[in-house]
Structures are given as C-alpha cells and as structure tokens.
C-alpha cells in the first residue's frame, strides 16, 4: 500500500519556518517595504492535483476558487502593536474550493490566510512581492480506506489543510502567484494519506 512521503509535510513547516524568519526580520521599523496585507481578495487557480513528485497517486487537475475576505482587525491597532507581533495579528477569513476534473478528491475548505508584502516597486510603481499562508479545515468527497491503487486512503472526510503562495503583485489589484497547499488528518485516523496540490493562480483585490 503507498504510503505518502513523510518529507512532505516536514517540507512545508520547513519552508513556513524560514518565512516566519524572515518576516520577523523585515518586519523591523529599519523596513519600509514589508507589510500585513488586509483587503479582500478573489483568487481562480488551476493547480495539479496530488502532484506526483510530492508521492501523489490520484490524477486530473483541480479548478480553484477562493475568497479572502478584509481581515477584522483594524490596521490601526496592529500598528499599535511590537513589530515582532503585528506582522502576525491581521489574518483574513477565507473560503474555497478544489473542484477535480477527473472524479478524483474534491474539497471545500474553510480558515484564515495571512499575507505579507515582501518588497515594492520593484519593476514598476505599485508591484511587489508577496507570501501568504493559509491553516483551516478542508471537507473532501475522497475515500478514507483503502479501496483503488489510484485513489488516497484519507481517514476523514474532515481534514486539516495548509498552503503556502508566492506572488507577485502586478499593481494594487491585480497579482500572480505560485502555491502549494496539504491536506491531511495529522495522524488522528488510522489511515492518513495526504493530498498536495501545486499550481498557479491569479487574484483580484477589491
């Protein structure tokens, strides 16, 4: 029976770990250009699905759409707050869904995603660079036993969920942006083969 790759998972805490790290950094009064990003947000991404190099089995690609909706906590009071802790305080509740066109996992997930503006004005007045994290809860229609060598013995139809964007923002509205996203139970089943997508996607602030 295939079993996920246990680096997967340690992947994506690494890479969250080195980001936190270095928001920390830029976060300092010395940076200018970093910043919470708080606004609404419509994303549409296409991403693959269970992508093969992170041990996926099941196949076809996932349509994504996703609404970010203003984070509740007013820009004013994080600016109150230490830079070691404003940068973290202003997380904006967030709606999707991985629609497969293939009739493997679907998912609808639900949590708070957290982004940051890295740099701006890099190639034009009004871009930047840009990182997001996303931690929720995912409903899928998978399996969660054993059943096709093609289809990920979940253990829960409710998993937990995590994903991480890169973007780069074109000019105020509109931004482009690489992402990876994983959904597993975190052991509490007696079957947990997680999913990894991988994609491209593009978002409108409004």
Aim: proline residues 6%.
């Amino acid at each position: 029976m295939f079993k996920p790759p246990a680096g997967a998972r340690r992947n994506i805490g690494l890479a969250l770990a080195i980001i936190f790290a270095a928001a920390a950094g830029l976060s300092s009064p010395a940076s200018a250009e970093f910043r919470n990003l708080t606004d609404r947000e419509l994303k549409f991404g296409v991403l693959k699905h269970d992508a093969r190099f992170l041990g996926g089995v099941e196949g076809g690609v996932d349509i994504n759409p996703q609404l970010i909706l203003a984070s509740p906590i007013p820009d004013l009071w994080a600016a109150s707050l230490p830079w070691y802790l404003s940068w973290m305080v202003q997380p904006r509740p967030t709606l999707g869904a991985e629609i497969n066109t293939s009739g493997f996992t679907n998912q609808f997930y639900f949590g708070a995603t957290w982004s940051w503006q890295l740099a701006s004005n890099i190639l034009q007045p009004g871009d930047g660079f840009t990182v997001s994290y996303f931690f929720g809860g995912a409903a899928n229609d998978g399996e969660t036993r054993p059943t096709r060598p093609n289809r990920k013995a979940l253990g829960s139809n409710i998993l937990f969920r995590e994903a991480l964007e890169f973007g780069y923002r074109i000019n105020p509205v509109i931004e482009i942006s690489a992402f990876i996203d994983h959904v597993s139970n975190a052991g509490f089943a007696r079957y947990n083969q997680s999913i990894n997508d991988v994609g491209g996607r593009i978002g409108f602030r409004f």
